[in-house]
T-cell receptor, first 112, second 110 residues
Framework: SQELEQSPQSLIVQEGKNLTINCTSS?????LYWYKQKYGEGLIFLMM?????EEKSHEKITAKLDEKKQQSSLHITASQPSHAGIYLC????????????FGKGTKLTVNP | NAGVTQTPKFQVLKTGQSMTLQCAQD?????MSWYRQDPGMGLRLIHY???????DQGEVPNGYNVSRSTTEDFPLRLLSAAPSQTSVYFC?????????FGSGTRLTVV
């Protein structure tokens, strides 16, 4: 959906490096979800952010929600080959709606 | 819990054929939805349901039918398959703080 823009579209990093993926909305964010997808597989839920300024972490992955900028960032510290995949952000932009919209994804490659 | 189960995993249809993609969840989730994923387009919502007997259209509903007779099942019907419906289809159900997705059905319409 054009309502959610992810950047970059693809990213190649060396193992051990840090990286950031951004998800920017053209509309107010009422809930923001991050997923990881391996090629040809389903989506794995990473985390959900709802409140401005909220920050959540799972292992080496941290996500933040900037309400003013209508943006979320996903940061991976000390990347590993197991982090490779496609990262997708999804959002409720209608407020209490179950109609999630998704970004087109960021393809992450981690070279050993 | 088996989570969200989709069948079949792969399917090839001829143009004009009809078929049903199955989706079942054993977590007693009220909300379920269907998405299609296409290269360069991301995930797009087809139909969704907030409970048994209640369904509504998403972003790309044309050519698809759904019904929700039980909490567990939410099948997606293709009425007359077209090559434009070649895609990967995902079913999802909502839990407290997110959505869990099935492993997908890869559909090719020739």
């Amino acid at each position: 959906s054009q309502e959610l823009e992810q950047s970059p579209q693809s990213l190649i990093v060396q193992e051990g490096k840090n990286l950031t993926i951004n998800c920017t909305s053209s509309k107010t964010l009422y809930g923001l979800y991050w997923y990881k997808q391996k090629y040809g597989e389903g989506l794995i839920f990473l985390m959900m952010l709802q409140k401005g300024g909220e920050e959540k972490s799972h292992e080496k992955i941290t996500a933040k929600l900037d309400e003013k900028k209508q943006q979320s960032s996903l940061h991976i510290t000390a990347s590993q080959p197991s982090h490779a995949g496609i990262y997708l952000c999804g959002a409720d932009i209608q407020g209490g709606s179950e109609k999630l919209v998704f970004g087109k994804g960021t393809k992450l490659t981690v070279n050993p | 819990n088996a989570g969200v189960t989709q069948t079949p995993k792969f399917q090839v249809l001829k143009t004009g054929q009809s078929m049903t993609l199955q989706c079942a969840q054993d977590m007693n989730h009220e909300y379920m939805s269907w998405y299609r994923q296409d290269p360069g387009m991301g995930l797009r919502l087809i139909h969704y349901s907030v409970g048994a007997g209640i369904t509504d259209q998403g972003e790309v509903p044309n050519g698809y039918n759904v019904s929700r007779s039980t909490t567990e099942d939410f099948p997606l019907r293709l009425l007359s398959a077209a090559p434009s419906q070649t895609s990967v289809y995902f079913c999802a159900s909502r839990f407290n703080y997110g959505y869990t997705f099935g492993s997908g059905t890869r559909l090719t319409v020739v």
